[in-house]
């Protein structure tokens, strides 16, 4: 699978006589659900749904406990997640409080996804809707198979 993008114009509104530039914006948002992930999880391991979920579940909230340590998550080659804060500037310090401290996750890309990143095709419109017409002499589209004809997960 490809990132499909498509060409668009903008105005910069914040520059003088609001020059228009040229660029790219993503199309074809698509997200794997919850159930859907633990379903393929199940499947690629051969361990039950149940299982599956239940390992899934209990990372997620090791994550969270971690991080509400203040700790960063390493996973392995895939990356880290690490809890920052985001601060607004005041003009004194008796003006500076909790409230300016806006908290958010980090993610650090790690050797296994910076390696997917740089192996993850981008494509136009018009050449992703052209190759959904190409398909190989089993019948598949080579836009989404890897070279064993199952699906790719990027990770090759």
Known sequence: M???????TRK?????GKPVRNTFR???YQNIGFDEL???I??????????AKAVVEAY?????HYMQLGMGVQMGDFGIFKPCIRTKTTNSADELDSSCVKKHIQ?????AFKQMLKNLKVVTLSEAEESET????NGNNDAHTDNEGGQSDGFD
């Open 2 to 8: 490809a990132l499909v993008v498509e060409k668009t």
């Open 107 to 111: 993610f650090v890309p790690g050797k």
């Open 60 to 64: 997620i909230n090791r994550l969270c």
């Open 26 to 28: 993503k199309v074809h």
């Open 12 to 16: 910069i509104a914040f520059m003088e």
């Open 134 to 137: 190409t398909t190989d002499t």
């Open 38 to 40: 633990v379903e393929e």
């Open 42 to 51: 199940a499947q690629t391991q051969g361990i039950t749904k149940t299982v």
